[in-house]
């Protein structure tokens, strides 16, 4: 005889053990311990050892220092988005280094300027300019010097990385 719902009806009924609550409030296991309670086992050394808590590092109090541009003169707020300028290797702003790019090369349309990683810009072709997913790079520019990191930018990243 079917009930109408389709698949085995032979299933055993489900067996309500006799479990008190204060086991599962407790963090019952199964086994009669606690989770919290099982200790460590190091296989290689063959003895039990206690798991070091973990602290978090504290970051550093003191904010990054306001510099100022030396294509625009005003203060860069925003240390970590600043590219290194060609000439002093000071910090200027990553819209500061473009326009001087685009001064000095001729675009054509459907012509950008475009960062394209590891301190190098590079004059981008979109053939659609809605479509940037297919693009030619007309030249690369190489801005920022690759071997010799600026002094700025290891306080920038002594900053943000404390560990």
Same mark, same amino acid.
């Given at each position: 005889?079917?009930?109408?719902? #389709? !698949?085995? +009806?032979?299933?055993?009924?489900?067996?309500?053990?006799?479990? +008190?609550?204060?086991?599962?409030?407790? #963090?019952?296991?199964?086994?009669?311990?606690?989770?919290?309670?099982? @200790?460590?086992?190091?296989?290689?050394? !063959?003895?039990? &050892?206690?798991? @070091?808590?973990? %602290?978090? *590092?504290?970051?550093?109090?003191?904010?990054?220092?306001?510099?100022?541009?030396?294509?625009?003169?005003?203060?860069?707020?925003?240390?970590?988005?600043?590219?290194?300028?060609?000439? /002093?290797?000071?910090? =200027?702003?990553?819209?500061? *280094?473009?326009?001087?790019?685009?001064?000095?090369?001729?675009?054509?349309? #459907?012509?950008?300027? %475009? &960062?394209? !990683?590891?301190?190098?810009? !590079?004059?981008?072709?979109? /053939? +659609?300019?809605?479509?940037?997913?297919?693009? %030619?790079?007309?030249?690369?520019?190489?801005?920022?010097?690759?071997?010799?990191? =600026?002094?700025?930018?290891? %306080? *920038? =990243?002594?900053? &943000? /990385?404390?560990?």
């Amino acid at each position: 005889m079917s009930s109408g719902k #389709g !698949g085995n +009806n032979k299933r055993r009924p489900f067996k309500n053990r006799d479990r +008190n609550e204060s086991q599962w409030s407790e #963090g019952y296991s199964g086994g009669g311990k606690k989770r919290a309670e099982k @200790p460590r086992y190091d296989k290689n050394r !063959g003895i039990i &050892y206690d798991r @070091p808590k973990w %602290t978090p *590092v504290k970051a550093p109090l003191e904010p990054l220092p306001i510099l100022e541009c030396p294509l625009c003169g005003k203060p860069i707020r925003d240390l970590a988005m600043a590219v290194s300028d060609k000439d /002093s290797q000071q910090p =200027a702003h990553f819209d500061c *280094v473009t326009e001087q790019i685009a001064q000095g090369e001729i675009l054509e349309k #459907g012509d950008t300027i %475009t &960062y394209i !990683g590891r301190g190098r810009f !590079g004059i981008v072709h979109f /053939s +659609n300019p809605q479509n940037t997913k297919k693009f %030619t790079i007309k030249k690369i520019l190489e801005w920022e010097d690759k071997d010799n990191r =600026a002094e700025w930018r290891k %306080t *920038v =990243a002594d900053h &943000y /990385s404390v560990t």
